[in-house]
Structure formats: C-alpha cells, structure tokens
C-alpha cells in the first residue's frame, strides 16, 4: 500500500491558519458591543490552554531531567540574557529607520520565555536528552511569567507613554497563565491519561486558542489602522531581522556548549530550548502589557518569528536526527552464546580452544568502535 504524505514544500497547516485568521481579522473585525464578550472567550480559550499545557506536563520527566541544572542555567541566560541583549542591540540599531511599534514589538519578543511543546518535540527527533528539555522548557515559562513583565518595564517604552509593566499586569498574566497550570499539573493523576490518550482531539484546543487570541488582537489593531502603518516591505524586513536574531542566538548557543563541553544531547536542549519564543505565552501577556490598540502590531514580529523558528528547528532537527543516524551502530557479539550463533549465520565453525580468543577480541573490537563512534560531543 502507498502511503501519501505532504510535500515537504508545502507550509505549515497552522501558519495557514495564522494567515487566514488575520484575513478574517483584516476584513470582519470583531468591534463594538461584540469585543468584551469576544475578549472574554479569549481569556477563557487561554485559560483552557494553559490548564492543558500543565496537565500534559510529566512530573516524573520534570524530576528526572532537574539534576542537570548547569544545563538550566545556560537555556535561561540564553532566553533571558543573550536574546534580550541581541533584541536591545537591533533596536537600538534600527531606532528612527522603522515603525516603532514594529521595533518595540521585536523587542518585546526578545523578552519571552521559551516555547514548550516545540522545544520537546525538536529535542526528541534530534536525540537530544528530552527529560532535561522538559525541564528547561517548562522552568523557562514558569519564570517568564514575573520575568518578562519585569524585563519590558525595565527595557521598554510603549507609545502614549508607560513602560509596559505595572504589578497588576503581573497579577493579571499569573492568574490566566500561571494559575491554569499549576492547576491542571496538580490533577494530572486523574486527569493525565485521558489527556495523554486524546491528544489529537486536544490540539484544536491548542490551536484554537491561539487563533482566537490573534483575531481578537488584530481586530483591535485593524480597526486601530493597522494596514495603514505595515506595509509589505516592513514585513520583508522583520523576515530578515528574524532570521538574523536566530541565527546570532543558536550560533552563540553552538559556540557555547563547545566552550563548556556540554554532551551531544545536552548541546541539542540548549539549541532548541535557548533559541524559541512563545507565541502561546507571548500573544496573551502582550494583551496584558500593551494597549489593546498597538497589542496587533507588538505581536507582529512574534508571528513571524514563531514561523521562521519552526522551519529553522526542524530542518535542524532532521540533520541532528540523520547524524545520530550515521553515529549509531549494532553491537559486536560478546558473549560465547552471541558469538556462536553469529558465526552460524555465516556459515563459519567456531572450535572451542579458539572460542575464547575471538570473544576476547570482539570484546576489545567493541570498545574501540564506542570510542570512535562516540555520540557523545557535538
């Protein structure tokens, strides 16, 4: 039977989506009487997805991947040091040859925690070490919660003035985001295997939640003239300012797992984990920090980037993946049972004053091979 699968030319089906559903927002924008009881869809759609997202997470992988917190520390300084410092570099590199809105909204996306599914799947067709990715991934949302508030009062400044960040912005994203998670995460026993089970029928709930999220911010900057300020030469440009952030951001994470000699699948968590930005945190806490009419712009650069990123990994991700490949090998015989019935499949006799010189052989044979197909360094 031939199996038919998707050109690997064809996009994203939810980068699709992210286009269609700002087209709809573009020419049916949600207005008037309608907006609070859209918003409040949304704040209940985030709700969902977040109390999802902690009910997926696994507290055996957390725990086993916790030990490894060097690793940690290196994701979290690249989310949260290195890339604001790359975003704060661009930005002052740019001001006053751009919209600003545009620019603030690379900035803003400089300060985002990372993804989390992503992040996982990316690792785990790389052969990375999952259990540290899930770790890390989901230590650097929790921490962007109070982190990236803190982080865009410090460094940036909307138009109409404020700085973005107020404590009530922060209570505000903790109770959408934060407390729907933890609460989900504390009844995974009960609920975790029915979740685990339905994942397929779940992601529309993921998915959908972000969709509705970015209509209801886009139909606020359409009607806010945002079509007016973007053109498609400030599109080509924030497509190219992010493929230069990411590259100077997963180059610098390369270098850095080299320098402290980080292993093979330890390298690959920090080049995937260090590297993404959350659409999912992302779009809701930009609702939370921003005017509701320059929150369509401000998350512009994040929609971009979030495709760019996904493309990037996974061609990443299948080199990885095809390298591990090349590296892996099966095992010498070793033991006389093994060696016997080796030696039987070609047809060769063994005699037994001679077993134990061949075993031993094998035995340093495959010693060596580990050491020279070993997976072990990037």
Request: with cysteine; glycine share 8%; proline share 5%.
């Amino acid at each position: 039977m031939v199996r038919v699968t998707k050109p690997s030319f064809l996009p994203d089906p939810f980068l699709l989506c992210l286009i269609a559903t700002v087209a709809a927002a573009s020419f049916v924008p949600v207005r008037g009487a309608a907006m609070p009881w859209v918003e409040a869809a949304t704040d209940i759609a985030i709700a969902l997805l977040f109390f999802l997202h902690g009910a997926k997470l696994s507290r055996e992988a957390v725990l086993a991947g916790a030990s490894n917190w060097r690793l940690h520390l290196y994701v979290l300084a690249s989310t949260y040091i290195l890339f604001p410092a790359v975003g704060l570099g661009l930005f002052a590199l740019l001001r006053g040859h751009g919209d600003g809105l545009l620019l603030t909204g690379l900035l803003y996306l400089s300060l985002l925690p990372s993804t989390v599914q992503s992040s996982i799947a990316f690792t785990a067709i790389a052969g990375g070490n999952v259990a540290a990715a899930v770790c890390s991934a989901s230590l650097s949302n929790i921490v962007g919660i109070v982190l990236t508030p803190l982080l865009v009062g410090l460094f940036m400044v909307v138009d109409g003035g404020g700085s973005g960040f107020s404590w009530h912005s922060v209570q505000a994203i903790a109770l959408q985001l934060l407390v729907p998670f933890v609460a989900g995460h504390l009844l995974r026993p009960w609920i975790g295997a029915f979740i685990d089970r339905n994942k397929r029928v779940l992601m529309p709930v993921d998915r959908g939640s972000i969709l509705l999220v970015v209509y209801t911010a886009f139909s606020a900057a359409v009607v806010g003239g945002i079509w007016t300020q973007v053109g498609i030469a400030d599109l080509l440009f924030l497509l190219l300012l992010s493929l230069l952030m990411l590259i100077i951001v997963m180059g610098a994470n390369l270098g850095l797992a080299r320098l402290v000699g980080l292993p093979r699948a330890d390298m690959i968590v920090l080049l995937f984990c260090g590297s993404k930005k959350s659409l999912v945190s992302g779009v809701p806490m930009a609702g939370a920090l921003f005017p509701a009419a320059q929150v369509g712009v401000i998350i512009l650069p994040l929609m971009i980037f979030h495709q760019i990123q996904l493309f990037l990994c996974a061609a990443l991700a299948g080199r990885f993946a095809r390298q591990g490949a090349t590296l892996r090998r099966p095992p010498l015989p070793r033991t006389v049972a093994e060696v016997e019935s080796a030696a039987q499949r070609l047809g060769l006799t063994i005699t037994e004053p001679c077993m134990a010189g061949v075993t031993a052989n094998l035995a340093l044979l495959d010693r060596h091979a580990d050491t020279l197909f070993a997976t072990d360094r990037p």
